[in-house]
């Protein structure tokens, strides 16, 4: 059994547990655990993870996949290098209908923790009419993949998990052959 961590990391509202929460809707029978607490608000406290159970083709492994959403508080922020520390890849959730500058300065917060090669950007919240344009953010994580998604409707937010599993195995699927 193989055992991947992928962390949801971005602004707070930006849509990490929403996309958790569909991932649930979409993966029932293949959810082991699942920890949440939210404030009458809506507001995570904490953190948030779901734990999932797959059969991947990487030499027929099954890989238990443990999701975590970074607190998008301030006043929890002491805890985000802890969850970096030991993730397979990470999930950089921009709030499109947030600045750059904003985003990005979340984004930042991975520089020296987090491989590069190891996040996948999901360019959320596509629905609404301020969104900033995908071809900015595309410019903007120039080489790093950005999937477009709408979480609250479950837009995209299948894709971006297969492209954070695929990015976490990459190493795995190297260690497998070369055995």
């Known amino acids: 059994m193989k055992e991947l961590r992928i962390v949801y990391h971005g602004l707070g509202m930006a849509g990490k547990t929403t996309n958790l929460e569909k991932l649930k809707e979409i993966y029932t029978y293949e ?6 607490q939210q404030t009458n608000e809506g507001r995570t406290v904490y953190l948030d ?13 099954y890989v238990t996949i443990s999701l975590f959403t970074t607190p998008g508080q301030q006043r929890f922020k002491i805890l985000r290098p802890w969850l970096f520390g030991y993730t ?6 921009f ?12 984004f ?5 923790v987090v491989s590069m090669n190891k996040v996948v950007v999901q360019a959320n919240k596509r629905d609404l009419p301020n969104a900033i344009p995908l071809e900015v953010i595309k410019e903007t994580f120039n080489g790093i993949p950005v999937i477009p998604a709408v979480a609250k409707d479950g ?10 599993i695929k ?9 497998v052959r070369s055995s």
């Open 31 to 36: 959810v082991y655990d699942r920890i949440h």
């Open 49 to 61: 993870m779901l734990m999932l159970k797959f059969q991947t083709r990487v030499q027929g492994l």
């Open 88 to 93: 397979s890849a990470v999930v950089f959730v």
């Open 95 to 106: 709030d499109s209908s947030r600045s750059v500058q904003e985003n990005m300065e979340s």
């Open 108 to 112: 930042y917060e991975m520089e020296g």
């Open 155 to 164: 837009i995209g937010v299948v894709e971006t998990l297969k492209e954070a």
């Open 167 to 175: 990015m976490a195995l990459t190493d795995e699927e190297r260690v």
